[in-house]
């Protein structure tokens, strides 16, 4: 939902600068006796002169990944590869550098075939998770996820991606349960407490939702201050409480102009108050920040039927081609389909009148 794109951002971010720890160079999987090594292989000139050049590849990729040079560090393992192309450090290192660069679909090919022989590997299950999670595919993402955590069990990055996939899932209690277990490892950790708020408010616990934000919003770093107040606004808003959110949600705005769950949640209510260009400037602002936000798109349709129907008529369609198949949005995908209908007679209609 709106807070999502902040913490794959930070998820990201920690992930790149964690990059360094999980790229080394290893000839041979620590739990992989089929794998042969380079010290395990029939000695002779030839064999040492390919080993030596695959050492230099791996040790090139991973230099190239450390300095965020991701095209480079590609190349690199290619060329590994193409010495020895079921090389699991190799396929592990390309398929966490394809994470990186946004080629979810070239991640799940090599960390796949790293995982055939390097399961108890906890970087290539986490990051097959992140790129199954990313296209998603949550029940894959799901249990990889819970593959890394047997490996270590109290791996951040993992506990919290997990919580976040079971809330998108609609398993709420799973969730729960294991954001508690991350708040336990991390309280100062500002992230959790706000996973932690919103699977509470999926439950209908709004209280215990506020309670938990606002004890641990003062811990909280102030850069952080905008997010707890946007989730705030959010909570107060579903109690029916919609000056009380447009108050918070503004505060957030103050600190964080371009926070999206703030925008989306102002245009919702200017909408219901029938300040319609007010929802409008809301709405374009948030799917500009974050253009995945179906829900503003449909928001955004709704607020632009009268004004400019043709406008409306792509937002919604874009909304309903992306929300058809989720289970919490059938009514909205419902509507929004009405509404194309009734755009597109209303479309048809004009252009009987001017032919």
Not at 15 to 22: D, E, M, R, T, V
Not at 230 to 252: C, H, M, N, P
């Amino acid at each position: 939902m709106p807070l999502l794109p902040f913490y794959l951002r930070l998820q990201a971010i920690v992930c790149l600068l964690s990059f360094a720890s999980c790229i080394t160079i290893q000839s041979k999987p620590e739990n992989s006796s089929s794998a042969i090594s380079v010290t395990e292989r029939k000695q002779s000139p030839s064999t040492d002169s390919v080993d030596s050049q695959l050492a230099v590849y791996l040790s090139s990729g991973n230099q190239f990944a450390r300095d965020g040079l991701l095209r480079e560090a590609m190349e690199s393992y290619r060329k590994a590869l193409a010495i020895d192309s079921s090389h699991s450090v190799a396929l592990r290192n390309l398929g966490i550098v394809y994470v990186k660069a946004g080629d979810f679909g070239g991640a799940i090919i090599n960390l796949e075939k790293c995982i055939a022989s390097f399961d108890r590997n906890f970087d290539a299950n986490y990051y097959l998770a992140e790129a199954y999670r990313a296209t998603d595919k949550y029940a894959d993402a799901i249990f990889r996820y819970k593959m890394a955590l047997t490996i270590q069990k109290d791996d951040l990055r993992a506990l919290k991606s997990l919580a976040w996939s079971y809330h998108k899932t609609r398993f709420y209690s799973e969730a729960l349960s294991v954001a508690q277990k991350a708040l336990t490892i991390s309280p100062n950790d500002d992230q959790i407490p706000i996973i932690v708020a919103r699977v509470l408010m999926k439950l209908k616990r709004e209280n215990d939702a506020l309670n938990i934000l606002r004890k641990y919003s003062v811990k909280a770093p102030s850069s952080s201050a905008p997010y707890f107040q946007s989730v705030e606004a959010e909570i107060l808003y579903s109690k029916g409480d919609s000056v009380g959110a447009q108050t918070v949600f503004r505060a957030a705005l103050k600190s964080q102009p371009m926070l999206a769950g703030a925008l989306f949640g102002l245009g919702k209510i200017s909408l219901e108050q029938g300040k319609t260009q007010e929802a409008i400037d809301y709405m374009e602002r948030a799917v500009r920040v974050k253009p995945k936000m179906f829900e503003g798109h449909y928001f955004l349709g709704k607020a632009l039927e009268k004004t400019n129907p043709q406008k409306a008529l792509r937002h919604l369609n874009y909304f309903r081609k992306n929300s058809a198949t989720d289970p919490e949005l059938i009514d909205m995908v419902s509507d929004a389909k009405d509404r194309i209908l009734s755009l597109a007679k209303a479309k048809e209609k004009i252009g009987e009148i001017t032919e």
